[in-house]
């Protein structure tokens, strides 16, 4: 239990209080929060919730949407107020979705990405908020995220060169591809989130709504969890699943199935490299 951080989106139907209580209760030590769910408690509020509840912030979701040539100056300003939110709830990492295509030219809206990044990176740092890019499935690339690889996401950071930005491994993103072992191998301590889910099939028709909790589809977590654990990270498992069927059952139930499954799936994976 000491390594399982619980997504807010996981149980999308509780509130930050009720979240923040659920995670208390089943001793889950760290939570995974959205910006709209704290907007709404109110960021201050959350703060101190947090504060009071002993809880690890392990992200807040999210920053990003960066590929938009008509409102970068808009996405600049929110993408600041997000960093703002992160350091005022102390969260270990702000998540960023980079965007999709707004065009047809892939090349440019990933080079808007990079310069996105790279101007935002010196407002992170001063507040020590870590941006963490996350690589997404290429089925996502058109219309959420351009990075589609963990290298894509590993070169973009290398060539920004700040230590304010590093990657998200979320495990249904990256689990088909080939070089993801070397890839986790070469981030190494740029790994700023570890995200669990699993990739499920059929895949429903709306696909972002097509995660698992670990157990219900084909990844190995055994083989991913020894390779982030391998590759120096030892932070939370974060768990974050997208699914109808997840959200409709009651949040006590979620709870008990998530914890189940780290301690049979994902913590196996850690847990050689882990202390605690």
């Known amino acids: 239990m000491n390594h ?15 979240l923040l209580d659920a995670c208390q209760r089943h001793q889950v030590p760290a939570v995974g929060l959205w910006r709209d769910p704290v907007q709404t408690n109110g960021v201050t509020k959350t703060a101190h919730q947090v504060r009071e509840s002993g809880l690890t912030v392990t992200s807040l979701c999210r920053g990003g949407f960066l590929t938009n040539p008509a ?8 993408n600041r107020r997000a960093i703002d939110e992160a350091a005022e709830l102390h969260a270990q990492s702000l998540v960023l979705v980079v965007g999709g295509l707004f065009d047809r030219d892939l090349p440019a809206a990933r080079t808007r990405v990079a310069d996105a990044v790279a101007e935002l990176a010196p407002y992170a740092a001063e507040r020590d908020v870590i941006l963490a890019l996350e690589p997404m499935h290429p089925v996502f690339c058109a219309d959420r995220g351009v990075l589609s690889t963990l290298k894509q996401a590993l070169d973009m950071v290398e060539a920004i060169g700040s230590p304010a930005v590093r990657v998200v ?3 249904v993103h990256v689990w088909w591809d080939p070089e993801v072992e070397a890839q986790i191998a070469r981030a190494a301590e740029r790994i700023a989130l570890y995200q669990v889910c699993d990739w499920i099939t059929p895949l429903p028709a709306d696909v972002l709504a097509g995660r698992g909790i670990p157990g219900q589809g084909h990844i190995d977590f055994g083989v991913l969890g020894g390779c982030v654990a391998a590759a120096g ?31 049979e799936l994902v913590l196996p994976g850690l847990e050689r490299h882990l202390s605690g």
């Not at 399982?4 to 009720?18: A, D, E, H, I, K």
């Not at 498992?237 to 059952?249: D, L, N, P, R, S």
């Open 169 to 171: 491994v979320d495990t």
């Open 233 to 263: 990270y030892a932070g939370f498992a974060e768990v974050e699943v997208f699914h109808e069927e997840v959200w409709a059952a009651d949040p006590e139930e979620v709870f008990a199935r998530v914890i189940k499954a780290h301690r």
């Open 4 to 18: 399982l951080s619980m997504n807010q989106m996981t149980v999308r139907g509780l509130t930050v209080p009720q």
């Open 71 to 78: 409102n970068q100056p808009e996405a600049l300003a929110d």
